[in-house]
């Protein structure tokens, strides 16, 4: 199975400023027959689904504002929120969609700090 | 849009069976792999399982090693349904049980085993 690391745990970051989660995987998830990463990000409030995010690792989901950044190719990949807001406290989750078993990181929850 | 919709989900006690469903569209169906994902209090997701399709794949399954030998994955292309049955359900199965199909997932359906 790939493991999906991610860190850190949790993040208290001020309005308005950036907030930096990273994922790392086990083996590559970078799929070269059709040039793609095979990594999504998501974000969960309390009670609620996950929501999609990103996909591909820099696809953003529609209705997601261009705050949020995917980044990152192979094994290492992060998610940026730029110009944190309010609304944006909640736990992030990367996962990998490459192989069965999809695997996810342990999560990052974010803070206002 | 891709939609999906559990059902099924309840309280129920250990030993006791379950079997969720998932309505799903906005898809080509009879071609996608269906996955359901969980989620226990407080933890993280957790894949299950997944039935391939069909058409290409013959509707192989693979479950995770906490559930293979008691949950069962099975569809239907004529409904656009998959089905997951639990059954010698037990309290560490308690979670939201999702319904996915690759990066899109359900809103959840939520299944307590206590006595």
């Known amino acids: 199975d790939i493991v999906m690391t991610q860190s850190p745990v949790s993040l208290a970051v001020s309005l308005g400023e950036r907030a930096t989660i990273n994922c790392k995987s086990s083996?590559?998830?970078?799929?070269?027959?059709?040039?793609?990463?095979?990594l999504a990000w998501y974000q969960q409030k309390p009670g609620q689904a996950p929501k999609l995010l990103m996909y591909?690792?820099?696809s953003r989901e529609s209705r997601v504002p261009d705050r949020f950044i995917g980044s990152g190719s192979g094994t290492d990949f992060t998610l940026t929120i730029r110009d944190l807001q309010a609304e944006d406290v909640a736990v992030y989750y990367c996962?990998?969609?490459?192989?069965?078993?999809?695997?996810f990181g342990q999560g990052t929850k974010i803070e206002i700090k | 849009d891709v939609q999906l919709v559990e059902s099924g989900g309840g309280l129920v006690k250990p030993g006791g069976s379950l079997r969720l469903s998932c309505a799903a569209s906005?898809?080509?169906?009879?071609?996608?792999?269906m996955t359901w994902v969980r989620q226990a209090p407080g933890m993280g997701p957790e894949w299950i399982g997944h039935?391939?399709?069909?058409?290409?794949?013959?509707?192989?399954?693979d479950y995770a090693a906490p559930v293979k030998g008691r949950f069962t994955i099975s569809r239907d292309d004529s409904k656009n349904m998959v089905y997951l049955q639990m059954n010698s359900l037990r309290a560490e199965d308690t979670a939201v049980y999702y319904c996915?199909?690759?990066?899109?997932w359900g809103q959840g359906t939520q299944v307590t085993v206590s006595s």
């Open positions: 996915t199909y690759t990066v899109r």
């Open positions: 591909w690792a820099s």
């Open positions: 039935i391939k399709s069909n058409v290409d794949d013959n509707g192989t399954t």
């Open positions: 906005g898809l080509t169906f009879e071609k996608a792999w």
């Open positions: 996962q990998q969609y490459y192989s069965a078993p999809w695997t």
């Open positions: 083996r590559s998830v970078f799929f070269s027959s059709n040039n793609r990463n095979y």
